[in-house]
T-cell receptor, first 113, second 116 residues
Framework: NAGVTQTPKFRVLKTGQSMTLLCAQD?????MYWYRQDPGMGLRLIHY???????AKGEVPDGYNVSRLKKQNFLLGLESAAPSQTSVYFC????????????FGPGTRLTVT | AQKITQTQPGMFVQEKEAVTLDCTYD???????LFWYKQPSSGEMIFLIY????DQQNATEGRYSLNFQKARKSANLVISASQLGDSAMYFC?????????????WGLGTSLAVNP
């Protein structure tokens, strides 16, 4: 039981390049989330999904796209990376119960030069 | 306006002593939940404790307890008998009962350093 995993752990991109971050969970959770964490800014929600085939915008969705084709996977895409997207990205998932906590992946450190 | 406020950017505590990390929240929803997470220097986010707005008793989990004062809208985390491994960032988060999305609203965190 691996919980929530994220691929890759580190990545350096040049401005304008694209990439996809993969999140996978093996807990059969319905809900999945992508956050970014920047110094002094706490965690900010980028996009989330309330079930397979669904996605919704969070607090800071611009410049990102997501897909949830399979229940266990939640992909975060950057079509044209910008230096402002340099951050640590966390994926999380949670159970259906209203007050379930979120389980987090280990994070992906992305640098855009 | 901030919905979750953690007023202490940094805290120090001596090993084996207790420490309280402050969290105040703002909501008009009578049904909500409050969560505390720990983020050590390794970066992972670790769930510590949960308090529901209708829970009659303060939540406790081992050395962690939540001092929940509903009228004051505060949900302070108390760590008893601090250990060196407690040095980390601590985040308070709130979920309002605003539908089906299960979103959390996060505070900016408090950095705790435990001194030997």
């Amino acid at each position: 039981n691996a919980g929530v995993t994220q691929t890759p752990k580190f990545r350096v991109l040049k401005t304008g390049q694209s990439m996809t971050l993969l999140c996978a969970q093996d807990m059969n959770h319905e809900y999945m989330y992508w956050y970014r964490q920047d110094p002094g800014m706490g965690l900010r929600l980028i996009h989330y999904s309330v079930g397979e085939g669904t996605t919704a915008k969070g607090e800071v969705p611009d410049g990102y796209n997501v897909s949830r084709l399979k229940k266990q996977n939640f992909l975060l895409g950057l079509e044209s990376a910008a230096p402002s997207q340099t951050s640590v990205y966390f994926c999380a998932s949670s159970r259906t119960q209203t007050w379930s906590e979120q389980y987090f992946g280990p994070g992906t450190r992305l640098t855009v030069t | 306006a901030q919905k979750i406020t953690q007023t202490q950017p940094g805290m120090f505590v001596q090993e084996k002593e207790a420490v309280t990390l402050d969290c105040t929240y703002d909501t008009s929803d009578p049904s909500y939940g409050l969560f505390w997470y720990k983020q050590p220097s390794s970066g992972e986010m670790i769930f510590l404790i949960y308090q529901g707005s209708y829970d009659q008793q303060n939540a406790t989990e081992g050395r962690y307890s939540l001092n929940f004062q509903k009228a004051r809208k505060s949900a302070n985390l108390v760590i008893s008998a601090s250990q060196l491994g407690d040095s980390a960032m601590y985040f308070c988060a709130m979920r309002e009962n605003d539908g089906n999305n299960r979103k959390l609203i996060w505070g900016l965190g408090t950095s705790l350093a435990v001194n030997p």
